[in-house]
């Protein structure tokens, strides 16, 4: 039996970008950069007023006092889209709404709050600093800089810096392409009727949703009879069709667990079983070069190993540098006390107590076929085995699931 994450290192070490593909900007939220980007033009692209006001030279306003106002001859207006015109004369000011251009020569914004206006002049009680209200060319970003790495997943912020700098087409990794296999006589399609001892096919379900929110494209199997050679068959239309073969079920010690024997025989099997629960039958390995993850049947294992394994290496193949959750210490809410003999990942609800303190609560008793357990986790509360009770109160690291 290995680690955790001995089990993701040998899962992920073999695992390498796949290739890139353009798409349409707004088609590229959520996807994952192919490559570094840099900037081909200065944001702002020239210098520009952040209010609406009156551009004028700082220089003029020195001498500007309470006692000792100074009037400026308003000599015109430039409006956000149109060009600034000429240069700003001495003595003068040109009134300037938000986002417009800086007439050449002005080398400072004062707000229309500021002033008073009387008839062609404004009227200035204060000096005004040089560079006030001015929002600089270049000073978000230089044309030439890189402006988002390779690796980097696409959120509305960072479309938004694209659509600024002009790009419409985004390179970013293509979606891997996920089969999933579920196993067993009992399962039928959700919404059939279910004769005596059948149950709905909800990890095929599961796992499709889970692979869509990792980034992947999920391809459903038809579910899988606990046969050898429909388990080869499936396997092998699968490996020759995904990136990724994920199948669930049939990989424990019963004598219809037939998966790790036929990867076996069909593929190389890399290990089976990690130090962990829910989760432990895990079986790991390649169908020729197709990576193939045999996830557990019971639907909470399924899905909590498809976490901590598959998700990765779904977002590995993308080149998604940032994978990791997000990992915090929490008290429990509440004493806890199913003690394992392995890593205990213990599904917790996330909340403020009274005082706004954030505590985890454990969502009810973790056996892995109850499917509420997990639907109502916010986090994987991680415990070390060999553990007595844990005390209300006590300090655990949680990894959550989402970011
Ligand atoms: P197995 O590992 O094949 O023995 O399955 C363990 C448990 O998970 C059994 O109770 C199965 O009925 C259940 N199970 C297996 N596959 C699925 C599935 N696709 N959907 C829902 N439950 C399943
Ligand atoms: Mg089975």
């Known amino acids: 039996m290995i680690s955790v994450e001995e089990a993701q290192a040998r899962i992920l070490c073999n695992s390498s970008r796949l290739s890139e593909e353009q798409v349409y900007l707004l088609d590229a939220t959520g996807r994952v950069l192919a490559r570094d980007l840099r900037a081909s033009i200065d944001l702002p692209p020239f210098d520009n007023s952040s209010m609406d006001g009156y551009a004028i030279h700082a220089g003029d306003s020195l001498d500007a006092h309470e006692a000792h106002p100074i009037a400026l001859t308003v000599d015109g207006l430039v409006q956000a889209g149109h060009p600034a015109m000429n240069p700003l004369p001495a003595r003068s000011a040109r009134k300037i709404m938000t986002g417009a251009p800086l007439p050449p020569e002005a080398d400072a914004v004062v707000a229309i709050e500021e002033v008073e206006r009387r008839e062609s002049c404004i009227v200035l009680h204060h000096p005004v600093k040089r560079g006030s209200l001015i929002r600089q060319r270049g000073q978000d970003t230089r044309q030439g800089a890189t402006l988002l790495a390779a690796g ?44 005596p001892g059948q149950i709905p096919n909800s990890n095929s379900y599961a796992l499709s949703a889970a692979v869509m929110e990792s980034g992947g494209i999920a391809l459903r199997y038809p579910a899988v009879a606990d046969r050898r050679e429909a388990v080869a068959e499936a396997l092998h239309q699968a490996a020759s069709e995904a990136d990724i073969v994920l199948s669930s079920g049939g990989v424990s010690v019963g004598d219809y667990d037939l998966v790790k024997s036929v990867l076996q025989t069909m593929g190389q099997l890399d290990f089976w079983r990690v130090d962990m629960k829910p989760g432990k039958p895990l079986a790991s390995g390649f169908l020729g070069k197709t990576p193939f993850l045999g996830l557990p049947g019971n639907p909470v294992s399924a899905l909590v190993t498809f976490e901590l394994f598959a998700r990765p290496l779904i977002r590995s193949l993308l080149g998604d540098t940032d994978w990791p959750r997000p990992v915090i210490s929490l008290p429990l809410a509440q004493e806890f006390s199913e003690i394992s003999d392995r890593r205990h990942y213990v599904r917790v609800a996330i909340r403020a107590d009274a005082n706004g303190a954030l505590m985890a609560w454990p969502t009810g008793p973790q056996d892995s076929h109850l499917q509420t357990s997990w639907t109502n986790a916010q986090g994987l509360m991680i415990i070390p085995p060999h553990q007595g009770r844990l005390p209300q109160g006590s300090i655990w690291p949680v990894m959550l699931l989402k970011a």
């Open 152 to 195: 980097t997943v696409l959120n509305s912020a960072r479309i938004g810096l694209l659509a600024s700098q002009g790009v419409i087409l985004v390179p970013v990794t293509r979606k891997p392409r996920v089969a999933i296999l579920a196993t067993g006589d009992e399962l039928v399609e959700p919404g059939q009727t279910l004769l």
